[in-house]
């Protein structure tokens, strides 16, 4: 009991510390920029947003008076296959330059439709290719007395005609349509202010999170399940309110991560009520909680896939997804120690069920499940730097330390005998020194990068400015400004 109550003592230090620091960064105004993480969506590069099914290949009328569709372009501006125009090949020699006029203005609003006139991707690349044979610059070489002479001129393809495969506005038409089916669209990136996160906020949720872990230890210790109160346990109620206290502050503080955050809350407040409602009335119980497990496994990925470069939203997203279900797999295998411990200890002949074949195959699956989901994020073909590598272990280590903590555990209840009292409290305070420390050596580097980064804004106004501090620009044409200073030299 004393030594629960030293660790919960270090853990509302490491809290109060983490909301020190957080306030000090939040307070800052270039401290807090510099921390936050903004994440990025890709949106195909076309005019008005659309995708490409919404160009518009088939309608006669205009959607818009300031885009209009490829209709109005094939119906009106598209010269008619008998025609002077659709002939010609040679569009310099026609005097006037209608016909090329005529044939750069579909070019160009080609191009510009589909947004083509500035993307350079492959499906762009290949329209930009299909409409260069609308008018392009060629050369005629005559030979005279043995002498090349090189004539430029404007040049096209024929338009008329129908062939075997459909006319020359069929093919082009199929040609835009199919293009970025086949070949590689060109994409914007998009950072919006809802899709950031404040990184300091995420290490102090961990340390939040490791606390309320510890301080549920000692409300068992305490004798807390032994409550009553109406139809609501009072172990659910002391363990919920202070989680929704937490991510309320959140939403209201941190607006731009609200979609990260709720993807965490959601799961987590299910889990929480679903877990300490069922529990079993045991002194022994899986020591790292599920929802601690959901919240920190979720935010270390979360840090780990940020900090080593992929802040594409939606893969942000499928990752906080895919650590979700691993937190609720967690809940199911520590709801197989659960039951195994509560018939050993009230329902003995009940407790071989658990060593069966079926159970046995089922805790392995979910074990292997756990286990290959960091594996396979690793192998995913993300645009990972590796800035941080130790950052990418971090989700495994707690993965291994909480199914470490189930084990010991185990070994504990099923090896030991159940009237020792005195070694499942050692082991309990002795799994909280190791979280305790986990968290120490995860959040520490995080926090000493964010005091460097405070107090190297805080100390700008009093570091001394000298020689040692002037930077040649030779791409300006004076250094001090344009009212006197030295003159750059090459």
């Known amino acids: 009991m004393k030594k629960l109550i030293v660790h919960s003592g270090i853990a509302l230090i490491m809290v109060i510390l983490g909301a020190i620091l957080m306030g000090l960064i939040a307070s800052d105004t270039i401290s807090a920029a510099v921390t936050t993480v903004r994440l990025y969506s890709l949106n195909n590069a076309l005019p008005l947003g659309q995708g490409w099914v919404s160009l518009d290949v088939t309608s006669t009328t205009q959607t818009t008076t300031a885009a209009p ?60 290719q299909l409409v260069s044979g609308l008018a392009y610059q060629t050369n005629n070489i005559v030979t005279t007395g043995g002498v090349n002479i090189s004539y430029p001129y404007m040049a096209g393809r024929k338009l008329g005609g129908t062939g075997t495969v459909g006319s020359a506005v069929d093919l082009m038409q199929r040609a835009i349509r199919n ?34 872990n510890v301080w549920s230890e000692l409300l068992v210790a305490l004798g807390v399940d032994d409550w009553k109160m109406g139809m609501v346990r ?28 709720l993807i965490i809350f959601l799961p987590t407040t299910l889990v929480i009520v679903w877990y300490f409602e069922m529990l079993p009335a045991l002194q022994k119980r899986p020591f790292v909680r599920p ?18 470069g ?14 979700m279900g691993l937190g609720l797999t967690y809940m199911g295998v520590c709801w197989y120690f659960l039951g195994l411990w509560e018939k050993m200890q009230s329902k003995e002949t009940l407790a071989p069920l658990y060593s069966t074949r079926e159970a046995h195959v089922s805790v392995l699956l979910c074990v292997f499940v756990m286990a290959a ?27 291994l330390l909480s199914f470490g903590t189930l084990l010991a555990l185990n070994t504990e209840a099923t090896h030991q005998d159940r009237a020792s009292r005195t070694r499942h409290k050692d082991l309990v305070s002795f799994l909280c020194g190791v979280l305790l420390l986990f968290t120490l050596v995860v959040c ?7 005091i460097n980064v405070y107090l ?24 001090l400004g344009p009212y006197g200073g030295l003159i750059s030299t090459r």
Request: charged share 10%; net charge neutral; proline share 6%.
């Open 69 to 128: 569709t490829l209709a109005m372009l094939w119906g009106a501006q598209w010269p008619g296959p008998d025609s002077t125009c659709a002939q010609m090949t040679n569009l310099t020699a026609e005097a006037g330059g209608a016909c090329l006029a005529t044939r750069r203005t579909m070019q160009a609003s080609i191009l510009a439709i589909t947004n083509c006139a500035l993307n350079r991707s492959q499906a762009c690349q290949f329209i930009n």
């Open 291 to 308: 929802s601690t497990f959901c919240v920190v496994y979720a935010v270390l990925t979360l840090l780990a896939m940020t900090y080593n």
């Open 444 to 450: 520490g580097k995080g926090a000493v990068e964010f």
């Open 373 to 399: 989901v960091p594996f396979f994020t690793w192998l995913a073909p993300y645009n990972y730097t590796f800035a941080s590598p130790i950052l990418l272990s971090h989700p495994v280590t707690f993965l």
């Open 310 to 323: 992929v802040r594409r939203y939606d893969f942000i997203v499928v990752e906080l997804l895919k650590a």
């Open 234 to 261: 009072p172990l659910t109620l002391l363990n919920l309110l202070p989680v929704v206290g937490i991510f309320i502050a959140y939403f209201v503080v941190y607006q731009g991560a609200t979609g990260l955050l």
């Open 456 to 479: 190297a804004d805080t100390r700008t106004a009093v570091l001394p400015v000298g020689p040692n501090y002037i930077q040649y620009a030779f791409n300006q044409a004076t250094q």
């Open 179 to 212: 293009a970025p089916l086949l070949l590689h669209n060109a994409y914007q990136s998009t950072l919006r202010e809802n899709f950031a996160f404040s990184a300091p906020s995420m290490y102090l949720l961990v340390v939040l999170f490791v606390a309320l």
